[in-house]
């Protein structure tokens, strides 16, 4: 059975941080890159980062470069995003994705889609 855990979601105050982690079961782990898409109230779903577990190259969009941090735990099969520096723009639902090697890092091209996280930062 494929399984994307995701946990590590709460409420925060702006500027703290929270740890997000995506554990992967079921699939051939290092054939996809893993990340978060994430969607605020009333928008669309987009691309947050991801990491190649092949070769551990990352993407950051620009609303978060500088503040979130994407690393691979290979051993455990499992994939972190730290968030530092959060601000209540950073409020949504996070969901954890594999995309296979070679695929854009956009919904469209979704392997697997994991469980919703909800991250929620106060003013």
């Known amino acids: 059975e494929v399984q994307l855990q995701a946990s590590g979601g709460g409420l925060v105050q702006a500027g703290g941080s929270l740890r997000l982690s995506c554990a992967a079961s079921?699939?051939?782990?290092?054939?996809?890159?893993i990340g978060w898409f994430r969607q605020a109230p009333g928008k669309g779903r987009e691309g947050v980062s991801c990491i190649s577990v092949r070769d551990g190259s990352t993407y950051y969009a620009d609303p978060v470069k500088g503040r979130f941090t994407i690393s691979s735990d290979n051993a455990k099969n499992t994939v972190y995003l730290q968030m530092d520096s959060l601000k209540p723009e950073d409020t949504a639902v996070y969901y954890c994705?594999?995309?296979?090697?070679?695929?854009?890092?956009?919904?469209?091209?979704?392997?697997?889609w994991g469980q919703g996280t909800l991250v929620t930062v106060s003013s």
């Open positions: 079921g699939f051939t782990f290092d054939d996809y890159a």
């Open positions: 994705a594999a995309v296979a090697r070679g695929n854009y890092f956009h919904s469209d091209y979704v392997a697997y």
